[in-house]
Nanobody
C-alpha cells in the first residue's frame, strides 16, 4: 500500500517561497512509469494541477505556474519537494501530493493534504 504524506509550513509570507515535501512509503518514486504530482485546491475552487516529477526525474509544470514552480526529489529519502516562489494570498490553498500512472489520467494514491496560508 503506497502512502503519501505532505509536510511543510502552514503559513508563508507574501513574496516568499513556499516549500512542501511529500514523503512516500510503500513504493519507490523511481519505479518505472509513475508520475508524482502536486495539486492544490483553493477555497471555493476546484482542483488545480501544479506539476509533476516523473520516475525518471523529468519534470513538467502547469503553464500558468511554470515561472514560479520547481519540483525536485531526494531518492534516498523517497521524497519529492515543491517550491513555489513569489507567493501571494491567491496561493493560499490545500496542497496535495498524488501519484499517477503513465497510462492513466487517474490519481491512484493521494496524501491527506496540507493547508498553506499566505499572509503577512
Amino acid at each position: 500500500q503506497v502512502q503519501l504524506q505532505e509536510s511543510g509550513p502552514g503559513l508563508v509570507k507574501p513574496s516568499q517561497t513556499l516549500s512542501l515535501t511529500c514523503t512516500v512509503s510503500g513504493g519507490s518514486i523511481t519505479t518505472d512509469n509513475y508520475y508524482w504530482n502536486w495539486i492544490r485546491q483553493s477555497s471555493g475552487k476546484g482542483l488545480e494541477w501544479i506539476g509533476y516529477i516523473a520516475y525518471s526525474g523529468g519534470t513538467y509544470y502547469s503553464p500558468s505556474l511554470k515561472s514560479r514552480t520547481s519540483i525536485s526529489r531526494d531518492t534516498l529519502k523517497n521524497q519529492f519537494t515543491l517550491q513555489l516562489s513569489s507567493v501571494t494570498p491567491e496561493d493560499t490553498a490545500l496542497y496535495y501530493c498524488a501519484r499517477r500512472g503513465f497510462t492513466t489520467s487517474e490519481y491512484d494514491y493521494w496524501g491527506q493534504g496540507t493547508q498553506v496560508t499566505v499572509s503577512s
